[in-house]
């Protein structure tokens, strides 16, 4: 089982839709969740932190439920400008590196 | 946030020979990081570059195939030795930064290589 997974992807959505991408974590021992945000031949810059309350920027909001191991992002009314890669990030703390999901693939269509 | 550079952006190798990535840093970080990503997948962690100790490399991943220096607080190498095609790829260079209380990595802009 790999050690973050993310739903497929791609996503084409429409201009305005709002879209939900989904991650799970193997490692019960997680401490610190990420999502990050990749351009086509570009490198990852962090979008946000994912806290255990729940947090919005904007129109992202992240969830995380330790319980179920379960991470999601929520982008409302989307922008052509979010067409982007995401990518699920955990961190298990105390200088361990970051493990990376493989991405999901989100195009936003005028 | 960290600045950080890489060089060569790209670069196009024959097989069999070797190539050396630098990575340099506007400030003095503790944690860097080497990271490959091939096409179409996500980030593969190398090797963490430890200052004045050895690089410790990840499972998959061996010195004699990617010796990496870290000889002060702002700057690493990555090599790429005995190349082949399986090796084209994205290489990136990532620092932590700590603020806030929180851990932040910054990711360089990458280096493409291309191995015929």
């Known amino acids: 089982r790999k050690e973050v997974e993310q739903d497929p992807g791609p996503f084409n959505v429409p201009e305005g839709a709002t879209v939900a991408f989904n991650c799970t974590y193997s490692?019960?021992?997680?401490?610190?969740f990420f999502w990050y945000r990749q351009d086509c031949r570009k490198e990852p810059k962090l979008l946000m932190s994912v806290y255990s309350s729940g947090n919005e920027d904007g129109r992202f909001t992240a969830q995380l439920n330790r319980a179920s191991q379960y991470i999601s992002l929520l982008i409302r009314d989307s922008k052509l400008s979010d067409s982007a890669t995401y990518l699920c990030v955990v961190n298990l703390g105390g200088n361990t590196p970051l493990v990376f999901g493989k991405g999901t693939r989100l195009s936003v269509i005028a | 946030s960290a600045v950080i550079s890489q060089k060569p952006s790209r670069d196009i190798c024959q097989r069999g020979t070797s190539l050396t990535i630098q990575c340099q840093v506007d400030s003095q970080v503790t944690m860097m990081f080497w990271y490959r990503q091939q096409p179409g997948q996500s980030l593969t962690l190398i090797a963490t570059a430890n200052q004045g100790s050895e690089a410790t490399y990840e499972s998959g991943f061996v010195i004699d195939k990617f010796p990496i220096s870290r000889p002060n607080l702002t700057f690493s190498t990555l090599t790429v030795s005995n190349m082949s095609p399986e090796d084209s790829s994205i290489y990136l260079c990532?620092?932590?930064?700590?603020?806030?209380?929180?851990?932040?990595?910054?990711f360089g802009p990458g280096t493409r290589l291309t191995v015929l």
């Open positions: 490692n019960s021992a997680s401490q610190s």
């Open positions: 990532s620092v932590e930064e700590s603020a806030g209380g929180s851990d932040e990595q910054f």
